[in-house]
């Protein structure tokens, strides 16, 4: 549950950053790493923006002593009382930054690959 939104707005932003950075009449399936390195990157970028608040409240209730928190919503209560919202968010500068480079090369070795099976087996 914690990625299903996510990863929504990951495959989203990617597959739209790649339709509008595609020209007219050009085939979506020619191999472009450039687009792909922009696209995957900025995905990477909008999974994190969704993901790390839930994620930030994962960890707090992983890490704490048993029975502290009996819910994640007794997490994010005690959380926002005691630090504020901002304290959802800390930690997604080193995110973001690790984000674009690690997605971008992922997404281009996984649209490779692709590129070269479809080479290999046509259809």
């Known amino acids: 549950l914690r990625f299903g939104p996510p990863c929504g707005v990951f495959f989203v932003t990617y597959e739209f ?4 950075m595609t020209a007219p009449g050009e085939k979506r399936d020619s191999f472009s790493p450039f687009r792909i390195s922009l696209a995957g990157g900025a995905a990477g ?12 409240l ?16 007794s997490v994010y209560r005690d959380l926002v009382r005691r630090e504020g919202h901002k304290a959802l968010f800390k930690g997604l500068m080193p995110v973001l930054i690790r984000s674009f480079p ?19 087996i046509p259809n």
């Open 17 to 20: 950053l790649l339709d509008a």
């Open 45 to 56: 970028i909008s999974f994190w923006l969704v993901a790390i608040a839930p994620d930030t």
């Open 58 to 73: 994962k960890s707090r209730q992983q890490t704490c002593p048993e029975g502290i928190y009996p819910s994640i919503l």
């Open 102 to 120: 690690s997605n971008a090369v992922c997404l281009v070795g996984f649209e490779l690959t692709l590129y070269l099976l479809n080479i290999l």
